[in-house]
């Protein structure tokens, strides 16, 4: 079984289209609270049958630490959970449907791997590189044929891009503070 693939068109997951392989296109837009570069809401645009209301099929709401999936929301701080103390994994889950183990390997190859209880691999992101003699790469999202329901599918993608964007929000934290450091010297 091959998994589906979903390009983004660019760097900016928060900011893009997601194009698939079958057709099948998404959209991420992010709103910014006035006069702040903070985030307020990232919305996931599916595409809808004929005759069915336009909107978002899922949001993440960055100021209230929610997630929003077919119209049901949840706390961000219900939904996922660390255990252990050196653990990189973190564990989602959405009301009484099973959990998901989230891991990012930084190492190897830039990427975070959704895995089911059963550890088979449901999903894989894999973030911006870098290159220095050609082009970057765009983020690439491949998603098991074993998740076949759209619910699931947002939940998914919602967890990879919140995990991408907070691992990125960290890192830029950790580069501003050793820049302030090296700047007192």
């Known amino acids: 079984m091959s998994f589906t693939i ?21 959209t991420t837009s992010t709103v910014n609270r006035p006069s702040s570069r903070s985030r307020q809401t990232t919305s996931l645009l599916a595409p809808r049958p004929p005759g069915t209301p336009n909107g978002p099929a899922a949001i993440i709401d960055w100021a ?12 961000i701080d219900e939904l996922c959970a660390k255990r252990g103390t050196f653990s990189s994994s973190r564990y989602w889950t959405w ?32 973030t911006r590189i870098h290159y220095f003699f050609h082009d970057d790469s765009l ?21 990879l891009l919140y995990s991408e964007t907070k691992r990125r929000d960290r890192s830029l934290k950790k580069r501003i503070g050793a820049n302030f450091a090296k700047r007192r010297c």
């Open 95 to 126: 009301l009484t449907a099973e959990e998901y183990r989230v891991k990012y390997e930084a190492e190897t190859a830039h990427t975070w791997t959704v895995y089911a209880y059963d550890g088979t691999v449901l999903a894989t992101l894999t």
């Open 64 to 75: 209230q630490g929610t997630f929003e999936v077919a119209g049901r929301t949840r706390r």
């Open 139 to 159: 983020p690439l999202l491949e998603i098991s044929p074993s998740v076949t329901d759209d619910r699931e599918l947002q939940f998914i993608i919602l967890i």
């Open 6 to 26: 979903f390009t983004f068109d660019c760097p900016k997951i928060l900011k893009s289209n997601i194009h698939c392989e079958d057709d099948l296109e998404y």
